[in-house]
């Protein structure tokens, strides 16, 4: 009987630890998403994006988000983290200039200027 008791009692404590993982990764997707949605939105505001671009930089900026929360889950040097991360960056800098048409680049180049001098700030 206690064997039983026992056994029950693992399996409820194995479920419940596997619904708390799932409910983790979920919201971690829920939250790339979230942070992939605001940071187009900011975009959008400032460039005027269309459609097409903005589904292209949804993509770009979805993408690389994955990529980093991936890169921050390996077990690395945390200086060789840091440069993934920032050349994870630069990529997407650059893939979302190949995007941009006419005035939206000089736009982007500002506020990229603007990003790296609040960022300063902060340090």
Same mark, same amino acid.
């Given at each position: 009987?206690?064997?039983?008791?026992?056994?029950?009692?693992?399996?409820?404590? +194995? $479920?419940? @630890? *596997? +619904?708390? *993982?799932?409910?983790?990764?979920?919201?971690?997707?829920? %939250?790339?998403?979230?942070? +992939?949605?605001?940071?187009? #939105?900011?975009?959008? +505001?400032?460039?005027?994006?269309?459609?097409? =671009? &903005?589904?292209?930089?949804?993509? *770009?900026?979805? @993408?690389?988000?994955?990529?980093? &929360? =991936?890169?921050?889950?390996?077990?690395?040097?945390?200086?060789?983290?840091? #440069?993934?991360?920032?050349? %994870?960056?630069?990529?997407? *800098?650059?893939?979302?200039?190949?995007?941009?048409? @006419?005035? =939206?680049?000089?736009?982007? $180049?500002?506020?990229?200027?603007?990003?790296? $001098?609040?960022? @300063?700030?902060?340090?």
């Amino acid at each position: 009987m206690r064997i039983i008791k026992l056994l029950l009692l693992f399996i409820s404590i +194995s $479920t419940n @630890g *596997i +619904s708390q *993982i799932d409910q983790l990764n979920q919201n971690q997707v829920i %939250n790339i998403e979230q942070l +992939s949605q605001n940071e187009l #939105d900011e975009l959008n +505001s400032l460039l005027q994006l269309s459609p097409e =671009q &903005k589904e292209q930089v949804f993509d *770009i900026i979805h @993408g690389v988000l994955i990529k980093n &929360k =991936q890169v921050q889950s390996m077990k690395l040097i945390e200086a060789d983290k840091k #440069d993934i991360l920032a050349r %994870n960056n630069n990529a997407k *800098i650059d893939m979302i200039k190949n995007v941009l048409i @006419g005035k =939206q680049m000089p736009l982007y $180049t500002q506020y990229l200027a603007n990003q790296v $001098t609040i960022e @300063g700030l902060k340090d």
